[in-house]
């Protein structure tokens, strides 16, 4: 089993910053691709970004330019900074890990007032 532990999220103004953290902890070996989902309320959960342990990435179009995931696999972490917020950012920011099997962390609040 793997545990996805989230932290970073928060209130923000349009235009700002926030970086996301999520640390992975037991079954860490059976890691290949770690990444960001959100879901607003009355909407399906999707992908924001996504990387693998070679370091590829892949991005949502809305957040391309703006948003920037990193791996620290020595620390079993991955980060979602997001720059230049927009209100139609806001949703709860899921971490996901897939190997073996998908987990989900337990999600985090992002919200980006006008």
């Known amino acids: 089993q793997v545990q996805l532990v989230e932290s970073g999220g928060g209130l923000v103004q349009a235009g700002g910053s926030l970086r996301l953290s999520c640390a992975a902890s037991?079954?860490?070996?059976?890691?290949?691709?770690m990444g960001w989902y959100r879901q607003a309320p009355g909407k399906q959960r999707e992908l924001v970004a996504a990387?693998?342990?070679?370091?590829?990435?892949n991005y949502a179009d809305s957040v391309k330019g703006r948003f920037t995931i990193s791996r620290d696999n020595a620390k079993n972490t991955v980060y979602l900074q997001m720059n230049s917020l927009k209100p139609e950012d806001t949703a709860v920011y899921y971490c996901?890990?897939?190997?073996?099997?998908?987990?989900w962390g337990q999600g985090t609040q992002v919200t980006v007032s006008s």
């Open positions: 996901m890990s897939e190997g073996l099997l998908q987990y």
């Open positions: 037991g079954s860490i070996f059976s890691i290949n691709v």
């Open positions: 990387i693998n342990r070679r370091g590829s990435t």
